[in-house]
């Protein structure tokens, strides 16, 4: 079976490692890369340096005509959060499926887009339909689904580290994640706050109590009325998130009470790996990858706990991740063209 | 009036960060400069690449009799820890001031030493003796001190940070400190751990629950049984400390409540810059300076506050922070030599 | 005696070490400080780190008339080249002394303009009466000069580093320039291409052939019609430039040959330093300071030699070698305000 | 057909990615993997990030006989180059095929080893029989060879780049190969000097006329008695190799002219991709893959041209190439493994 699949936004930093990516995946075949950009007539090859010699589309300029004109069954949408909001709607009644890697459909109340995202959202029908792609706990629900909301990177790396213990949050309590992460996060800017100059040698903590991942990392966690402080830093790397999330428990608790939580969780998860207690990932170990790892340390009294989650925001973050949605979306195996 | 100092442990990175400061320093004349390595035989200006031409004593081998023989006034310890502890016995029984920047007469619990330090104090009944120099909590108590405890760089960053809110602090609360270095922090290292190759792209947690510094923010917090949970970070820059401290406060805060207590604190302090509400200090803003730079946001509901404090840990952290400790217990200005 | 200082393009990164070099300099008071973009109305003290709590004027829209009005004995140019040409004459017209870091007045042949700086020049008569800057070749022609064109970085590093060996040079040799520069080397830019995610872990050859520091090179090289090859590279790091000069020598020379030729330069020169034969400076070495050091090593058979050559790009290479051709213009010691 | 393949040196930068590439080879298969340091017994899966979860063997510590035990069509030897003089004629005698890639069966002057080695060739016989592993210069000697020396790092850079050049050079010229390569170049170091936080920031050159790879350029340049000169930097970047390589023309020479050359030389190569004229790869196009990119500019008059040459270090400056030569040593697709 070969699905075709069209990328919309193949000239950013989401967008190019998924066309690293789809280009090898066995059962997919990139019939269409767009861009908003200047970039429209580029080469497929200059998407991303694993592309040299690989054939493929050249970019053509974005429009949902053009798009469609390829005949996708799958569309990914890499582009900027108001142009997939507006997009997503035209494409689903075009008959394709969508996998949007912005953050338009990924919370469910619509009262926070002009909020967190500067613009009233223009289907907020479909926000109730669309599958929130943290793959691992999707369970069923993205074998045929026809519109997944890629999960933000900050989230994914916060709620993988978060989710399975749930069961042993202390009533009410408050959820410190402090993360950091690679300045490619950020997308390709042209902006001198984001230059090479001004960010070797410096770090920094942005967006504290504002950032727009704030409210899906609350939503998400699906755990009561969670009280989630998210502070995010810019890390003088190119990629990579590392996250620290302290968590208190309602209970004493033991190293092995929580690692059989993960276990539990994450047993069947190709692309999770929980180490054991006291050993901490670094970013090292997941950058170029498409994983998280996760490392806990029990603190003193065993009634709160470190939980230190890495992922390459490129790929867990965003790209990997969209295309474990897609092969689940279609029916194919969880690690093809990602192993 | 010229007063005759001494440096040891002139060739690591805090030492020659006070070989540069102390060569200019109006009121300083360096006489001499010590070194447990290879380093014997050194030019004194190739201690720093500010002291190229500038005259200073060649660097000679580490030992009591030959710094006591320069007939210092004081004598700045930048030795491991075991070292000076075993040194500063020896050095004030001869008659000099001692402004120690190891970690060694920090705390006052001698019991902590074997744990934290790995080895028994040799000199107990001067850890209630020594002035823990944390500059501008200090008071009168520097005013003629013979044996000074510079502090740790990560406590600097975070007490700076702490003590001026203590009057907000909820009762039995817990302090997360999550705090990232730079590399300088680790000392000059020959292992291939902090080699450029490991550690360019990679950020990690380290030390989580175990590191030295944790009972140090403790016990000089001075605020009750405090339930501190710090969690240092190794960024990939050479030099700088930021810190994301989490608050919570016993009642509804304004962000001009918190903004009086920093200022009653700080008002004459040349070297600590509080921001306005909301605005956050980076890294970049005292790398390569004397100062400690603090930005705070209150979060909604006015219970809870996120600090951010920068210093640049060879500077504030360790050499600028002895010399106002030095002009402290000498009589001179504040700021003399680093302004 | 107090000079007034004028500083324009005070935002940028020449600028800003500018006003921290001239805010503390014991003969110069900074009564204007300008800039043409969104920057007017910043305070003093947030153009440098170092700068903090120091006083001076806020920052003014750059116009001719507001910077005359300011009545400075002295106005630093660090704007953009076609500005400088503009504004020159119109500032010496009011009496001012000009010392220009742009390029507009570095070439005595005003037909280069066009092609290297894209540019007809506005002012071809005053290119014969600026003074080039280079500051440790200039002899007496700084003394009271009204126009200083301060010379570029590139070629700052390069010819330090070979003018004192012209009289060993080969007949029509050809001079090979391998240059590798900082990214602040390309000032303030908002563009994509230098974003930190892009530069991080990179490294490139750009102007091969085109840049218009090779033209500059060759004629401040003053030596027959020579033949300079210049490459420049761009860094992953904030600052500084190294040099590697391929030098083709007439007859065998020895090291000590090489050694007196530099020596006789540079004897009474504060801030270049000669290193003795096989001892190559590194970045480091400089970065932060106002010299320029050179190392050199003869190759096998003593005829010919690679010279290395490393300084600031934005001290020496721009802001403190405007300040020593500041000093020797207004009868200041040379090293004032940079020791 | 499956290949039986041993690896030592496996904990090394080209080790680990040597196991990278062959553990996922389609005709080999790991069976054994050692070190000759403290790492016997780590898991195979924690020689590379991309490892996690792959079957291998445990690493075991280095020895003749281990290895053969394993048995092995062919050693990989990845160790250090006086170990490899010694172990490649046990191995060989034992039957199977070695690929080094160490220095030490590089050069055919047994005399040089000494000088530049450190120590007196145990094997001198065998420097003959050796086939230099240069993949797209090797024709048909790779096929069946028992031992393959692979090239140097910077020796692959330039000889790539230069080689299809020959015909072009003028007589006698000197050819200057300015050559900067990341720190992993220089192994897994424990040493001050390779720290990240002295080399953050930093630049320098270094071996300049007394590198070991300026006789293996010189020597397998195959041109007569080439002067070449060779100055390599530490680019502060922890992988890739970018040489800059200066050449003179024997008559004037147009940029066709060039292009027909390397075409012709590299048609059939599939990695190594030449550029049109006047567009010069960087770091970034090869970091992470297994090509060489070159570029090259024409200077004026046609007499002389700046070549580019860019490299991945580690893979096609070691363990890429190191599988090219495998591949064609035992009849495989050249690409095997490795697109």
Redesign the interface.
């Known amino acids: 079976m070969t699905i075709r699949v069209s990328i919309a936004g193949a000239t950013g930093?989401s967008g190019s490692e998924l066309a690293a990516i789809l280009a090898r995946h066995p059962s997919a075949e990139v019939v269409g890369a767009f861009s908003g950009g200047s970039s429209a007539g580029a080469p497929f090859a200059s998407l991303h340096?694993?592309l040299?010699?690989v054939p493929g589309p050249v970019v053509a300029p974005f429009s949902i005509d053009a798009i469609l004109a390829t005949k996708p069954d799958v569309v990914f949408l890499a582009t900027p959060n108001e142009l997939s909001a507006e997009a997503v709607p035209a494409l689903l009644a075009g008959g394709t499926t969508v996998i949007d890697l912005s953050g338009s459909f990924r919370l469910r109340d619509a009262s926070l887009y002009p909020v967190k995202y500067g613009f009233e959202h223009p289907a907020p029908a479909l926000l109730g339909e669309a599958v929130y792609g943290l793959t691992e706990w999707c369970n069923g629900s993205l074998a045929g689904a026809k519109l997944v909301a890629n999960p933000g990177c900050y989230p994914t790396s916060i709620l993988l580290a978060t989710r399975p213990l749930r069961p042993l949050l202390a009533e009410g309590t408050?959820i410190?994640c402090?993360a950091?992460s690679?300045?490619?996060g950020a997308g390709?800017?042209?902006?001198?706050e984001?230059?090479?100059?001004?960010?070797?040698?410096?770090?920094?903590?942005?967006g504290?109590?504002t950032h727009r991942h704030e409210p899906e990392i609350a939503a998400w966690l699906e755990h009561g009325e969670p009280n989630v402080?998210f502070?995010p830093?810019l890390?003088?790397?190119?990629?990579?998130i590392?996250s620290?999330i302290?968590l208190?428990f309602e209970e004493e608790t033991t190293a092995e009470d929580v690692a059989w939580l993960f276990a539990s969780a994450y047993a069947d998860a190709?692309f999770v790996?929980v180490h054991p207690a006291g050993r901490?990932?670094?970013?090292?170990?997941?950058?170029?990858?498409p994983?998280c790892e996760i490392g806990f340390?029990l603190?003193?009294g065993g009634r709160?706990a470190?939980v230190?989650s890495v992922i390459d925001n490129l790929l867990k973050g965003a790209a990997s991740q969209a295309v474990q949605n897609f092969n689940r979306a279609f029916g194919l195996g969880e690690t093809e063209g990602l192993a």
Chains 1, 2, 3, 4 share one sequence.
Do not use: C, M, Q, W
């Open positions: 930093y340096p694993s040299r010699g408050t410190v402090d950091k690679g300045v490619s390709k800017r042209a902006e001198a984001y230059s090479f100059t001004e960010l070797a040698g410096n770090f920094k903590a942005y504290v109590g402080i502070v830093h890390l003088p790397v190119p990629r990579g590392l620290t302290y208190n190709p790996h901490l990932p670094s970013l090292k170990d997941v950058v170029g990858t994983r340390t603190l003193a709160s470190v230190v």
